[in-house]
């Protein structure tokens, strides 16, 4: 049994974990940290990680990379492992958690479902193949709610396919403010919000006389939460260090 700390537990995500983690036998949320502070029926809530007294064998969190820090402080007083779920770090969050992951055992994914990080190693397979004529543009759309764009599953996709290149692709956002042609070395990213969609990526290779579209559709948030219960079982009795799903769905 994994007993698991769940930050952000009265988000989207984290209401999903929680209820999945119900019926789940190797699972059991012991305590919930959220700023806001709504009853959950199986576990207390702390409004911040510091005042949160509970042990647990492993963080899992979908919440804010502004909660990152304590986070981080509460996993290493509880010698406890993180599933670092949340998009949208910054440089300095990854420096952060490469640091603890000397004293802890942290796993980071944009994307925690079995579907997109399969997705990885296909684009990889595509861009080795067809990099050098084909121009390679991802598409994602999310629900009107997501703050973060794009999506940390497209930059996720975006350096997968950077890593096989051997001349590396610049990350494009926008086109209407440059108004000129599009450079081979682009990489284009384009973000569409709106409605209730959970999450979709395509990944384009735009080549002569031919398309080669791979893409992920997202049809319930099961599959991150699936995916984030797992991983925290994986990291139960992890070493130290930075691991990855890949790390998980190679065991
Ligand atoms: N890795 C994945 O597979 C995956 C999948 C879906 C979403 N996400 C990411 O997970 C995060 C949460 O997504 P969501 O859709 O549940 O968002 P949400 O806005 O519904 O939920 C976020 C929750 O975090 C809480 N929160 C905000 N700041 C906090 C803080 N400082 N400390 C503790 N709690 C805080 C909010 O009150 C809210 O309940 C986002 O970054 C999203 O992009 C990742």
Not at 11 to 38: F, P, Q, W
Not at 93 to 118: C, F, R, W, Y
Not at 234 to 250: A, E, H, R, T, V
Request: proline fraction near 4%; charged fraction near 25%.
């Amino acid at each position: 049994m994994t007993n698991i700390i769940l930050s952000g537990c009265n988000g989207k995500m984290g209401r999903t974990v929680a209820r999945l983690a119900k019926s789940d036998e190797h699972s059991h949320i012991v305590a919930g940290i959220d700023v806001v502070n709504e009853e959950q029926d199986y576990f207390p809530i702390f409004t911040h990680p510091s005042l949160c007294d509970i042990k647990g064998h492993v963080i899992i969190d979908f919440s804010r990379p502004s909660a990152l820090d304590h986070i981080i402080a509460l996993g290493k007083k509880n010698n406890a492992g993180i599933v670092v779920a949340t998009t949208g770090l910054d440089p300095h969050h990854q420096t952060q958690l490469l640091e603890a992951s000397k004293e802890i055992p942290i796993l980071l994914s944009s994307n925690m479902s079995l579907g997109v990080n399969l997705l990885l190693e296909l684009v990889q397979k595509a861009a080795h193949v067809l990099s050098l004529q084909y121009d390679i543009e991802i598409i994602e759309k999310h629900h009107n709610a997501k703050v973060d764009s794009p999506s940390g599953t497209a930059f996720m996709i975006a350096d997968a396919i950077n890593a096989v290149l051997k001349e590396k692709k610049d990350y494009v956002f926008e086109r209407a403010s440059s108004q000129k042609k599009r450079e081979p070395k682009e990489l284009g990213m384009i973000s569409m919000r709106g409605g209730t969609i959970v999450g979709e990526h395509e990944v384009i290779f735009a080549g002569p006389d031919e398309i080669i579209e791979i893409t992920h559709k997202a049809y319930s948030r099961d599959i991150f939460a699936r995916g984030a219960l797992n991983a925290a079982q994986f990291l139960k009795d992890k070493k130290p260090g930075m691991y990855s799903m890949n790390d998980l769905i190679k065991q």
